[in-house]
């Protein structure tokens, strides 16, 4: 009977780390898109399954533990990981789709056939400050997750607001 339960709980457990990764995905799709037709007035899907696959990977990397470490190393990691994506998706949309979703050749250090670039890895690394929040208030607030974030930056701890508790009437 315990082992039941326990198996029980193991399955829910998944389906919600499951449904909030769908959750992740969905907003980072959403919001990378509008700020690509915000900046630049048009967009690719491909970019916006960047973006999701970004903020689900933060939410991951979360769950995995990088939450131990202080914010700005976070957003680095963060950072890293959308440059990757950026540099995975821009080769597949150039060698399979023959679309340049974006040019940074006229950037300064541009790499990978203007795919990436220093300027744009620095715009994720802020990027993914609000990113790595966000996956921690739908982890906190909307999933019910146990702990209460807590983010270290320079020695000095900043926490989300404790949630409000729902009393039975």
Known sequence: ??????????????????AEYLVLFLIGYCIYLAIEVTYRGFSYRLMGLSGGAALMGIGILKDLGLDEFSLPVQMMVGAVL????????GMYALLVLNVRM????????SQCQGLICPLFSFL???????????ADVCDYYLF????????????KKFALPERKSVQSR
């Open 124 to 134: 994720w690394f802020l990027l993914s400050g609000v990113g790595i929040v966000v």
């Open 1 to 18: 009977m315990n082992r039941k339960y326990k198996s029980r709980e193991s399955v829910n457990r998944w389906k919600c780390r499951a």
């Open 82 to 89: 959308i440059t990757a994506l950026e540099l995975y998706s």
């Open 144 to 155: 019910q997750g146990e702990r209460r974030p807590i983010y270290r930056i320079l020695g």
């Open 102 to 109: 974006w040019d940074y050749r006229g950037i300064w250090m």
